[in-house]
């Protein structure tokens, strides 16, 4: 069973639309959860964490956690066509080592 | 945040030559981390880095094919050894956040093609 869990997509939504990204995660230990975004060619780059069950909001971004069903999911409203990208679930145990999923990628269609 | 930056950028390797991968880091960090990044494909972490002491490598990586250097605090190579079409791949060196946030900063990446 892999540890982090994604749907590597395409996920395709239409402008304006609301895109719904989802993470599964297999240790319960886990304590902290991210969200990068990796443009093509580019490095990842963080967009929102959460530690604590519940909805955390940033601007566009919505993440969500429930710990009890290892559920982490990320909400984009009104997404933009420079939102596609390629969406990487992480999550961190009590250690100091991320596990990354594979991926979902996004597009936005104009 | 910290900086990052990775030399070189890209190159284009012969099979069973070595290449060196150069990650520098605008702060005093305490653990440095390598990944890769096959094409299509997610992170995987090769090794922890800490200064002082040996590289901790994930399962499937070996110090023999990605040895590592971490002289100082800022500074940090991995090597890939006797090269295959199979390493081609980017490479990311990362850190953690400063001031006790748990995010991971990455480089640039270098990506490297192996013929």
Redesign the interface.
């Known amino acids: 069973q892999k540890e982090v869990e994604q749907n590597s997509g395409p996920l395709s939504v239409p402008e304006g639309a609301i895109a719904s990204l989802n993470c599964t995660y297999s240790d319960r230990g886990s304590q902290?959860f991210?969200w990068y975004r990796q443009y093509s060619g580019?490095?990842?780059?963080?967009i929102m964490?959460i530690y604590s069950n519940g909805d955390k909001e940033d601007g566009r971004f919505t993440a969500q956690l429930n710990k009890a069903s290892q559920y982490v999911s990320l909400l984009i409203r009104d997404s933009q066509p420079s939102d596609s990208a390629t969406y990487?679930c992480?999550v961190?145990t009590g250690g100091?080592?991320?596990?990354?999923?594979?991926?979902t990628r996004l597009f936005v269609k104009a | 945040s910290a900086v990052i930056s990775q030399k070189p950028s890209r190159d284009i390797c012969q099979r069973g030559t070595s290449l060196t991968i150069q990650c520098q880091v605008d702060s005093q960090v305490t653990?440095m981390?390598w990944y890769r990044q096959q094409p299509g494909?997610?992170?995987?972490?090769i090794a922890?880095a800490n200064q002082g002491s040996e590289a901790t490598y994930e399962s499937g990586f070996v110090i023999d094919k990605f040895p590592i250097s971490r002289p100082n605090l800022t500074f940090s190579t991995l090597t890939v050894s006797n090269m295959s079409p199979e390493d081609s791949s980017i490479y990311?060196c990362s850190v953690?956040g400063m001031g006790g946030s748990?995010?991971?900063?990455?480089?640039?990446?270098t990506r490297l093609t192996v013929l």
């Open positions: 902290s991210f580019k490095s990842p780059e963080l964490f990487l992480a961190k100091f080592k991320t596990i990354f999923g594979a991926g | 653990m981390f494909q997610s992170l995987t972490l922890t990311l953690d748990n995010e991971q900063f990455f480089g640039p990446g």
